[in-house]
């Protein structure tokens, strides 16, 4: 659930406000608790005000040190970063982080890169993880494309998230929307033979969108068997129901899974 790419009604997990120009550049400038390691540096998406709570803002101090990572246009030392080496996802765009939280409490053998900009939600999923001993997720608050250009190398994830981005419905806007033939080809070469792309959203045109876009791409196929489903998935059990997303289904609103592997 992206702050540059939201879901198109907001809800808990992911609920931001559109700044003016004027408050975007004040909290871009606003210090930095000391010792906190991040960058502040934005530059690709739409940047969604929020404030950032007291308790977030101690997450920060507490747990930055422990749980985020320094955007440097180098390789990342992935071992490094999480102790360990496991199969590496990278999610974009995760809101408030409460279902990033779940699925690495799920998938505990597993390494979660996560990448989002809105710093309230950077603080609620540090929080997350410092209070709930999470400690297979680590989170750059820096602009994803930047971290895949500079500091992950092709064929170096086992899987990619992006679960509710931004929809931008009206149709002089569809060009904003993140799920693009560029963008997904870059998706792609970043993944392992047998790496996966997860897509998920709320709106119907951009799920047809993102099929199209996906399907057209050579270094994908799509996972999908059943053809009553129209390309799409069933919601894999590792993704939550987020508070949204349940009171919709309950409404009878949609919501389009899409899981396609690199080849």
Same mark, same amino acid.
């Given at each position: 659930?992206?702050?540059?790419?939201?879901?198109?009604?907001?809800?808990?997990?992911?609920?931001?406000?559109?700044?003016?120009?004027?408050?975007?550049?004040?909290?871009?400038?606003?210090?930095?608790? !000391?010792?906190?390691?991040?960058?502040?540096?934005?530059?690709?998406?739409?940047?969604?005000?929020?404030?950032?709570?007291?308790?977030?803002?101690?997450?920060?101090?507490? #747990?930055?040190?422990? #749980?985020?990572?320094?955007?440097?246009?180098?390789?990342?030392?992935?071992?490094?970063?999480?102790?360990?080496?496991?199969?590496?996802?990278?999610?974009?765009?995760?809101?408030?982080?409460?279902?990033?939280?779940?699925?690495?409490?799920?998938?505990?053998?597993?390494?979660?890169?996560?990448? !989002?900009?809105?710093?309230?939600?950077?603080?609620?999923?540090?929080?997350?993880?410092?209070?709930?001993?999470?400690?297979?997720?680590?989170? #750059?608050?820096?602009?994803?494309?930047?971290?895949?250009?500079?500091?992950?190398?092709?064929?170096?994830?086992?899987?990619?998230?992006?679960?509710?981005?931004?929809?931008?419905?009206?149709?002089?806007?569809?060009?904003?929307?993140?799920?693009?033939?560029?963008?997904?080809?870059?998706?792609?070469?970043?993944?392992?033979?047998?790496?996966?792309?997860?897509?998920?959203?709320?709106?119907?045109?951009?799920?047809?969108?993102?099929?199209?876009?996906?399907?057209? !791409?050579?270094?994908?196929?799509?996972?999908?068997?059943?053809?009553?489903?129209?390309?799409?998935?069933?919601?894999?059990?590792?993704?939550?129901?987020?508070? #949204?997303?349940?009171?919709?289904?309950?409404?009878?609103?949609?919501?389009?899974?899409?899981?396609?592997?690199?080849?």
């Amino acid at each position: 659930m992206t702050s540059e790419h939201q879901p198109s009604p907001p809800d808990a997990d992911t609920e931001t406000t559109a700044p003016d120009a004027a408050t975007a550049e004040a909290k871009a400038k606003k210090p930095l608790p !000391e010792g906190v390691p991040f960058m502040r540096v934005i530059k690709s998406y739409v940047l969604r005000a929020g404030r950032t709570g007291p308790g977030q803002q101690r997450a920060y101090e507490q #747990f930055g040190p422990r #749980f985020l990572l320094n955007y440097a246009p180098a390789p990342l030392d992935v071992a490094a970063a999480f102790g360990r080496t496991a199969p590496v996802v990278m999610e974009i765009g995760f809101g408030m982080g409460g279902a990033t939280a779940q699925i690495a409490q799920a998938r505990p053998q597993d390494n979660f890169i996560c990448c !989002e900009v809105h710093e309230p939600g950077v603080g609620a999923l540090l929080k997350l993880c410092g209070e709930g001993g999470i400690e297979n997720i680590r989170v #750059f608050r820096h602009d994803a494309v930047e971290v895949l250009d500079h500091m992950l190398p092709d064929g170096s994830l086992d899987g990619v998230h992006v679960f509710f981005p931004d929809p931008w419905h009206k149709t002089k806007h569809n060009k904003r929307r993140l799920i693009q033939s560029p963008f997904v080809n870059r998706l792609a070469r970043h993944l392992k033979p047998g790496g996966y792309i997860h897509l998920a959203t709320d709106w119907e045109p951009y799920a047809q969108q993102m099929l199209e876009v996906l399907s057209a !791409e050579p270094l994908l196929q799509n996972t999908a068997t059943d053809p009553a489903l129209g390309g799409y998935v069933p919601k894999p059990d590792y993704r939550p129901l987020t508070k #949204f997303e349940n009171r919709g289904l309950k409404l009878g609103h949609g919501v389009w899974d899409l899981v396609f592997k690199r080849v």
